[in-house]
């Protein structure tokens, strides 16, 4: 299945932001999609968080120190950034932006903070909240997971009660029950989204 239609305006492509608590699924999500659909660009973020064993840098993350983080806030590099349990997180700018005019589908995988600060900035983008079956399934993932200690899991539940209270603002909501099945859902919103989307704006 293709999400780039030949012979459309390839400005029409829309961002797609795919946002949810930790653990709900979104990294298996978007690496099933990365092997599915190679066509989805998927931006990756900057953090100051370490690496998780198997994370590779420039694939899942651009991994960097307070001080880059810093500058690339100065340097207005970040299209969106905010905390997150204790570290920071943003969305590279000018490769996003790219992205859009070339027409190519766009993917950001990002929290609560940012997913607004891109509706601000970028109406048009399409919001998809990844929900879990329940808060039980949800913290089970989580902790069955084994990349974080007990205090994190803990500062990460507390924040998933406000990110799973703001779901209503999101275009749509998916229930992750099998990856199979969101990944299906969240491609065929992309494809729906591309023929109706105005251009992207510029920032
Ligand atoms: P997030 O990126 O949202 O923090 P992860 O993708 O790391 O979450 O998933 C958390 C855990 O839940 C992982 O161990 C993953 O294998 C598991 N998981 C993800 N989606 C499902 C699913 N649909 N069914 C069962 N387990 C899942
Ligand atoms: P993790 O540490 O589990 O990889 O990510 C923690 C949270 O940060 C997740 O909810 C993830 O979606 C979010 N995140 C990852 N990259 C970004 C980003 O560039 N911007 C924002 N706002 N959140 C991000």
Redesign the pocket.
Known sequence: MSLHHPGTAPERSRLTVL????GVG??TVVARLRATHPEIWQ?V???T?RPRPGEVAGLH?LFCDEEEFDEAIRSGDLL???E??G?R???PRAPVLERLRHGDPVL????L???R?VRKAMPEALLVFLAPPSWEVLAKRLTGRGTEDEVVIARRLARAKVELAAASEFDVTLENRDVHDVCERLVALMESDEDSAPPPSDL
């Not at 946002?19 to 930790?22: L, T």
């Open positions: 946002s949810g608590p930790s979104k990294s931006s973020s900057v953090t968080r993350y969106e950034w905010a997150f349990a570290h997180y943003g969305t950001l995988e990002i929290e903070e940012g997913a600060q």
